[in-house]
């Protein structure tokens, strides 16, 4: 578990830029997308926490809002870019070092929103995942928003099939291709520690968490991730009215082999009132 952890610190440390250019400018879809579903449910001056947050593009969108939003990442590099990024962008965000699986500086029913979409990502044991959906609920207030994502098994296929074709061919993505087939999760060694899953699986994981219901689940690329480079090549017009379609798409579930990442939206239950104590009878005579 531990070198797991360090590696994977060490993949996000080593290039923060790259990461910020991944949602910027190779897959502005999905974080379009996402924010459009989001904003169904955020209301003004909600209070976000951000685990996994990376370098910080959800924060710092929230943040030039008017929330209050704490970014937490394991990467120290990250922490350190969103920072960067926040001057750059003339909002106050607190940003901090920290594990998804242990958000003991953090009080009970403190946020009104989290977000969970990228440990989810890189935690290989089924275990670990539930401790950090727990933790994420605990920090929620009751009524509170959880946003979790996940990477796709198929979206693994989606993506050799648009830009690595010979991945097919080779020996050692056998099992990949195997278990995807199969309909199955699977943790392994890709481009860091990683876990990928299926639409069914990581809705019963979510069910599986007490106090949570889910709201929507939806494809955080919709229908667009096979035509990423289609889409690339065309006039932003263009590009702009696509991705507006394909929000219509992204929550039907026909449609969510064509997206890579899936987003859980799931809402903490709200606390029972205590019952009424009943006024004590009178006494005749």
């Not at 003339?90 to 594990?99: C, E, S, Y």
């Not at 993505?173 to 309909?183: G, I, L, P, Y």
């Amino acid at each position: 578990m531990r070198e797991q952890k360090e590696t994977i610190r060490d993949h996000y440390n080593a290039d923060p830029q790259k990461e910020w250019d991944r949602l910027k400018n190779r897959f502005p879809y999905e974080k379009y997308i996402t924010i459009q579903m989001m904003d169904r449910y955020i209301q003004a001056d909600d209070k976000i926490l951000d685990i996994g947050g990376g370098p910080g593009h959800y924060t710092i969108h929230y943040a030039r809002l008017g929330h209050n939003v704490t970014l937490l990442d394991l990467s120290d590099e990250n922490v350190r870019f969103a920072k960067k990024k926040a001057r750059q962008y003339k909002v106050k965000i607190d940003a901090q070092q920290g594990d998804a699986m242990d958000l003991s500086r953090f009080e009970d029913n403190s946020f009104d929103v989290v977000f969970l979409m990228g440990p989810l990502y890189h935690l290989m044991e089924e275990s670990s995942r539930v401790k950090a959906l727990k933790e994420a609920t605990r920090v929620l207030k009751p009524g509170g928003l959880l946003f979790s994502s996940f990477i796709l098994m198929f979206g693994g296929v989606v993506y050799g099939l648009r830009d690595l074709p010979l991945t097919i061919l080779r020996e050692e993505e056998k099992t990949f291709f195997e278990v995807t087939a199969n309909d199955e999760g699977l943790s392994f060694e890709a481009f860091t520690y990683a876990f990928m899953t299926t639409v069914k699986d990581a809705k019963a994981l979510l069910e599986s968490i007490p106090g949570l219901s889910t709201e929507t689940v939806f494809g955080q690329e919709s229908i667009l991730s096979p035509y990423k480079n289609t889409l690339a090549a065309q006039p932003r017009k263009i590009r702009q009215a696509w991705y507006d379609y394909a929000v219509r798409f992204c929550e039907k579930e026909d449609y969510m082999t064509h997206t890579e990442h899936l987003m859980i939206v799931s809402r903490k239950d709200a606390a029972k009132k205590p019952a009424a104590k009943k006024a004590p009878a009178k006494k005749r005579g």
